[in-house]
């Protein structure tokens, strides 16, 4: 298994409440400009966590949560759908997402972007999925020493992600540092 990637044999890990506190849906919500919720993308959405909250967060007619682990998206199936109808879980490759052009107004990834071997492709990706005025949201570890979270050398700084997100055609692309492990990165796609 690449060291990078998240082990699915430690899933449970992606369940602990305390994720919400780290990350709260609040503080990401209030740095969006999202009038009215139709689509969500969740990319990289492992047990589909994130998903679940922004689910409660906003009324959604569907979250597609999108995973390259077939582990995840049988525990998805498994442990959330029923649940939750609204969370269709899919599987995807790293920089292939088999989801219509324009079809989201929100995609979102969450402690994933230091996963990826192309996060440039994967922006882009994203950028076909979601509809013309669509955003796009990005959490990841700050680039510092923690206890928690992968390896610090492969932490990204939030200026990366911002680069690959202008480069991708993006705009109103800004960076919020105020969480004490993670940063955000948010954007806009062109109208």
Not at 11 to 38: A, S, T
Request: a neutral charge.
């Amino acid at each position: 298994m690449n060291e990078k990637k998240f082990d699915p044999k430690k899933l449970q890990k992606l369940n602990n409440p305390q994720r919400l506190l780290d990350i709260p849906p609040d503080y990401v919500w209030e740095k969006l400009n999202i009038e009215k919720p139709g689509v969500f993308v969740d990319i990289g959405a492992g047990t589909a966590f994130f998903s679940v909250a922004f689910l409660q967060k906003s009324k959604l007619s569907t979250i597609y949560a999108c995973d390259s682990s077939e582990v995840m998206i049988n525990w998805i199936k498994e442990n959330v759908v029923l649940k939750h109808p609204n969370i269709v879980p899919v599987k995807t490759e790293e920089d292939s997402i088999p989801l219509d052009d324009g079809i989201a107004d929100l995609v979102f990834m969450i402690n994933l972007h230091h996963e990826l071997d192309n996060p440039s492709m994967t922006v882009e990706e994203s950028n076909r999925i979601l509809k013309p005025g669509g955003n796009i949201f990005i959490v990841d570890w700050k680039k510092k020493k923690m206890a928690e979270g992968p390896p610090t050398q492969i932490r990204c700084l939030p200026e990366q992600v911002k680069k690959q997100l202008v480069n991708s055609g993006f705009k109103n692309v800004d960076f919020f540092n105020e969480l004490p492990k993670h940063f955000l990165v948010v954007g806009e796609k062109y109208q």
